[in-house]
T-cell receptor, first 111, second 112 residues
């Protein structure tokens, strides 16, 4: 089915472990984004990408790594997870008109 | 730097009453402005957007917003609330539509 999918939807991990959240879109949108949603902070931009092999930092990039070798995929890696990275993570894609299409989110708990 | 401030983290209205959700922005360049809605356990979806042209923008589900440059505001309204409008609403700003900065959100409750 067409759309944007995130996996896993739920993940529990321990402090210090590496975690990768996957994001896949079928529209061939140029732009892709990773946001985290926390109570009281709304959505904060972690990283975004304007095209394959082009990525840039958002508001809160520390502790995260992204890559975009293919237009349709935009994985987010937490290299050494910390408790402060417990959050709901949303991937989105766009053609740059301001209309972002969001995935259903990945809920990450770091113990 | 651009930012948005949403006044009121929670708003409660009765079914049939006016909905008013407030958003003020800060931008050094003419902004693009957006309202998104998030239903429980879902991602966000676009309600409406202002880029250029008419300052009163109509969106889905009967919502509209007016861009007021003099007040740096982009408040969201709906004349008559419906139970299905209960959700969280986010205002967002962008200098060029390729990257959005979101506000902290306003949770709308609708009582019968």
């Amino acid at each position: 089915d067409a759309g944007i999918t995130q996996s896993p939807r739920y993940k529990i991990t321990e402090t210090g472990r590496q975690v990768t959240l996957m994001c896949h879109q079928t529209w061939s949108h140029s732009y892709m984004f990773w946001y985290r949603q926390d109570l009281g902070h709304g959505l904060r931009l972690i990283y975004y990408s304007a095209a394959a092999d082009i990525t840039d930092k958002g508001e809160v990039p520390d502790g995260y790594v992204v890559s975009r070798s293919k237009t349709e995929n935009f994985p987010l890696t937490l290299e050494s997870a910390t408790r402060s990275q417990t959050s709901v993570y949303f991937c989105a894609s766009s053609e740059g008109e301001g209309e972002l299409f969001f995935g259903e989110g990945s809920r990450l708990t770091v113990l | 730097a651009q930012s948005v401030t949403q006044l009121g983290s929670h708003v409660s209205v009765s079914e049939g009453a006016l909905v008013l959700l407030r958003c003020n922005y800060s931008s050094s360049v003419p902004p693009y402005l957006f309202w998104y809605v998030q239903y429980p356990n879902q991602g966000l979806q676009l309600l409406l957007k202002y880029t250029t042209g008419a300052t009163l923008v109509k969106g889905i589900n009967g919502f509209e917003a007016e861009f007021k440059k003099s007040e740096t505001s982009f408040h969201l309204t709906k004349p008559s609330a419906h139970m299905s409008d209960a959700a969280e609403y986010f205002c967002a700003v962008s200098p060029n539509t390729d990257k959005l900065i979101f506000g902290t959100g306003t949770r709308l409750q609708v009582f019968p």
